[in-house]
């Protein structure tokens, strides 16, 4: 059985793609519509990359890869990222 990490586990990867902290986004489901913030998702640090897994209906809600002169990252699973943003 495969064990999962909080979604804070992608904050190092993200925060080298973006200039705020991803894991306090909130995150939309496209599975289940189910929302929440980016720290609360499953992730899976198993396969090449992060997998992120919704944590109602366990479909992938985001991937982050890196390679050595790229990072991809898929939020094909994701419907919404609302970030917040410093005032």
Known sequence: MTTHLDGNALA?????????DITAATAR?????????VATLHVYASAPGLVARC??????V???VRTPDS????????VSLRIPLAE
């Open 12 to 20: 190092g990867p993200l925060r080298e793609l973006f200039a705020v």
């Open 29 to 37: 489901c496209a599975g289940c519509g189910l929302g929440g913030t």
């Open 55 to 60: 944590p109602g209906c366990e479909d992938v």
């Open 62 to 64: 985001l991937r982050v």
């Open 71 to 78: 990072a991809w990252l898929d939020l094909r699973g994701t």
